[in-house]
């Protein structure tokens, strides 16, 4: 706590962070909402939300095609989001950011246009243990339809990655590895940098679902030198619906478009279409051009907190957490990595996750409930769900607090 | 608040279900599925004349999925497969409209209070869905609330 205290002295101050929330000001059945599934989707801030109102009110219009001053006002302000991506992601130029409609979006993608092209019949594609169905099921479809193999990188019991079995299941006929950078299920952060020089060394691409990382900490695509990294909007503070994929600009010029239509050509006829160049290649029909400019507000805000700041604020509220639920008797933490994002997922003897969620609920908290789109993962902890409870840097140990009693009130009534 | 979802005799058949076990003599069985929490449910019976004899569950699940079943197996002996069926639409009924709840229900009503809670209705009507499943014959694999 007195790091917390020291953060807030530092001009890390939660209290002023969430007057900017404004639906943290609200109470639920009520109690004050105590919002706890920020990896579910995370909260907006006024910046985001006024963001997307003006462009509603003053500069709506279609981008990159009228030469009137209204469409010129919505192609800059969505081209400059792409421009703030580049930075928030440390790519090389901004040919190298797509827009999508979400990490989701930004998998199949890659799946699709690379995939396609590139796996053949008895290829490899390594995946993890650790996976949200998003990175597992394109990856099944795409290995279908090529007869290749799917692969899976194993975890031991606190749910870290096993590094040696991975290095086991690399081979020359691994084409791609596809992981996510921090765990939705059970918050386990993978060495992003390490799995991805090994697939290097075996002549594989990565793919890196950043979908749970780009909330939390400092990406750079360069330092981590990943082929393929995408993350959603609604989990950056930004609206949904809209996402970014970075790739290396060699590998997507050399990929065929995901999708035709508007915006992504060059010329048209009845007998032959080209393309447009990159980025655009990948981008056909009107896109979500207010989620765009609302998500360049969501990446001004966090590079504004600090994305190391933030992580730092985390990580000591992770700690509180994580000490004040032990306390518990009878709950069990699942997903115990020593590297680990701010996620607390877990299980109460005889409890099932969904009663523990409604009755959580009734006191005005938020988690959430379920198999958290990761059922492999379940399995191999042998539940069929959790409750998770996942911090954001506008949650409070008051908060963490609440949750306690809260979780007390639940064995009160289950005993 | 939540007492009226989780009320007494709901917490103990949660706690403490009734005719859960599985059925060596059966001649109706069905699996049931909820892919949103992973509840599963295994449904047997055994119908003579058109009349169910014995009835019986094991499965895993949240408190109102649980004492669901054990109360659906408690009022479904002695009772014909339409009285059965007649009974699922008066359970449902009484989950989703505001229709007052008929005296045929009995101890069933206690589960009124999740109209309130949106969320949990397919809880509280797995059991009946494999109901359904296990009464019609259909022996496809599992019934799923979705």
Redesign the interface.
């Known amino acids: 706590m007195s790091t917390l205290t020291k953060m807030a002295s530092a001009g890390f101050d939660v209290e002023q962070i969430r007057a900017e929330f404004p639906v943290l000001r609200q109470t639920i059945h009520g109690k004050p909402l105590v919002y706890l599934d920020s990896a579910a989707t995370a909260q907006k801030p006024y910046a985001v939300i006024e963001a997307i109102r003006k462009f509603h009110e003053v500069d709506c219009a279609n981008i990159h095609r009228g030469v009137h001053e209204l469409s010129q006002r919505s192609t800059e302000a969505y081209e400059a989001t792409r421009v703030k991506a580049k930075r928030f992601l440390n790519a090389r130029s901004t040919e190298e950011v797509i827009f999508v409609r979400g990490a989701t979006e930004g998998i199949n993608l890659v799946a699709s246009s690379w995939g396609r092209r590139n796996v053949k019949e008895g290829d490899e594609i390594i995946i993890s243990a650790l996976e949200h169905h998003s990175n597992i099921v394109p990856w099944q479809i795409l290995a279908e339809e090529k007869g290749a193999k799917l692969r899976v990188i194993p975890m031991n019991s606190r749910g870290e990655l096993l590094l040696e079995e991975y290095e086991k299941l690399l081979n020359p006929r691994t084409r791609i590895v596809a992981f996510c950078h921090v765990s939705n299920a059970l918050g386990t952060i993978n060495p992003a940098r390490e799995m991805i020089e090994m697939a290097h060394r075996a002549g594989a691409l990565a793919l890196v679902d950043g979908a749970q990382a780009a909330p939390h900490m400092k990406v750079d695509v360069q330092a981590l030198d990943a082929d393929f990294y995408t993350f959603s909007g609604h989990k950056v503070c930004g609206p949904t619906g809209i996402g970014i994929l970075y790739g290396k600009a060699e590998l997507l010029d050399a990929m065929p478009p995901y999708q035709g239509g508007g915006d992504m050509i060059r010329t048209v006829t009845f007998e032959k279409t080209t393309y447009n160049d990159l980025p655009y290649k990948f981008e056909a029909g009107t896109p979500n051009i207010a989620g765009g400019i609302g998500l360049g507000a969501a990446l001004d805000y966090l590079t504004r907190l600090g994305l190391d700041a933030i992580a730092t604020y985390e990580h000591h509220l992770l700690a509180y957490g994580t000490e004040a639920l032990s306390q518990i008797s009878g709950l069990r933490l699942i997903g115990t990595a020593r590297q680990k994002a701010a996620v607390l997922s877990f299980v109460i003897d005889g409890i099932h996750p969904h009663d523990i969620g409604t009755v959580l609920d009734r006191q005005g908290i938020a988690v959430r409930t379920g198999h958290h789109c990761a059922q492999p993962v379940m399995d191999a902890f042998h539940i069929p769900a959790t409750t998770r409870a996942s911090l954001a840097f506008y949650n409070t140990p008051a908060e963490i607090d609440a949750l306690v009693a809260g979780l007390q009130k639940v064995k009160e009534i289950f005993s | 608040?939540?007492d009226e979802?989780?009320q007494e005799i709901i917490?103990d058949h949660?706690?403490r279900p009734r005719n859960c076990r599985s059925m060596e003599d059966a001649n109706r069985k069905a699996e049931g599925y909820n892919p949103?929490?992973?509840?599963?449910l295994n449904l047997f019976l055994k119908v003579e004349n058109g009349v169910v004899q014995d009835a019986s569950f094991v499965g895993?699940?949240?408190?109102?999925s649980t004492a669901s079943a054990s109360l659906m197996t408690e009022s479904l002996k002695g009772k014909s497969s339409e009285e059965a069926l007649q009974l699922l639409d008066r359970f449902h009924q009484l989950l989703t409209s505001d229709v007052p709840p008929g005296k045929e229900l009995g101890k069933l009503v206690v589960f009124g209070g999740v109209r309130e809670?949106p969320?949990?209705v397919k809880?509280a009507t797995l059991a009946w869905h494999t109901l359904k499943s296990a009464l019609n014959g259909a022996n496809a694999g599992p019934v799923t609330t979705e």
Do not use: N, P, Q, T
């Open positions: 608040m939540v979802l989780y917490l949660s706690k949103l929490c992973g509840d599963r895993s699940g949240c408190a109102i809670y969320a949990r809880c």
